[in-house]
């Protein structure tokens, strides 16, 4: 297993766009992690899932952010209609329960 | 809820001195604890972590973290800091035996000085 991969590594979209991101956790692991990143902050929680279900999503986040992972595997964050204060670093890290996180290389936003 | 405070954001320190970077969280209940590392335009990954014994864990190169569980505070040393070591370190925390997430604090960025 080659870590935690994700897909795009970079997406420019102009505003209004919806995007999609994806991510493959480590086989084994059964959580799994989305974080925001911007310059010079630490990774903010996005939402999580253990398994295939959403256990937590952050309040911070609005209606426009959806988040799925279909069959407890993969799982694919999406943002509809795209604003400037989107742009940021996406981060998927997973995990085993109560095991420490581990990231991939993560996918930059720029909305223009 | 847990939460997560990196009370400096840089710390700027003289190559071969040591260090000290300062993580304090706050929870109701026992936690696990980590360290993050970030160099620039790279992925995050693990220093140490703390689960459960010895306060005192050992991680990569050559850092150290101790956990207070009086202070609530899990500070990371190093006792001579190179060049290399100039990234952005994040402590982080997640409840114990609890199905919750893991909490990152804002970061500290580490200047190495020559």
């Known amino acids: 297993d080659t870590g935690v991969s994700q897909n795009p590594r970079h997406k420019i979209t102009k505003r209004g766009q919806n995007v999609t991101f994806r991510c493959d956790p480590i086989?084994?692991?059964?959580?799994l992690y989305w974080y925001r990143q911007t310059l010079g902050q630490g990774p903010e929680f996005l939402t999580y899932?253990?398994?295939?279900?959403?256990?937590?999503k952050s309040r911070l986040l609005s209606d426009r952010f959806s988040a799925e992972r279909p069959k407890g595997s993969f799982s694919t964050l999406e943002i509809q209609r795209t604003e400037q204060g989107d742009s940021a670093m996406y981060l998927c890290?997973?995990?085993?329960?109560?095991?420490?996180?581990?990231f991939g290389q993560g996918t930059r936003l720029t909305v223009v | 809820a847990q939460s997560v405070t990196q009370l400096d954001s840089q710390v700027p320190v003289f190559e071969e001195a040591p260090v000290e970077l300062r993580c304090n969280y706050s929870s109701s209940v026992s936690v696990y604890l980590f360290w993050y590392v970030q160099y620039p335009n790279q992925g995050l990954q693990l220093l140490l972590k703390?689960?459960?014994?010895?306060?005192l864990v050992k991680g990569i190169n050559g850092f150290e973290a101790e956990f207070n569980k009086s202070q609530t505070s899990f500070h990371l040393r190093k006792p001579s800091v190179h060049i290399s070591d100039t990234a952005e370190y994040f402590c982080a925390v997640t409840l114990l035996n609890r199905d919750d997430k893991i909490i990152f604090g804002k970061g500290t960025r580490l200047h190495i000085l020559p």
């Open positions: 703390y689960l459960s014994g010895s306060t």
């Open positions: 899932f253990q398994n295939e279900a959403q256990l937590e």
């Open positions: 086989s084994e692991h059964n959580r």
């Open positions: 890290a997973s995990s085993l329960a109560g095991g420490e996180a581990f």
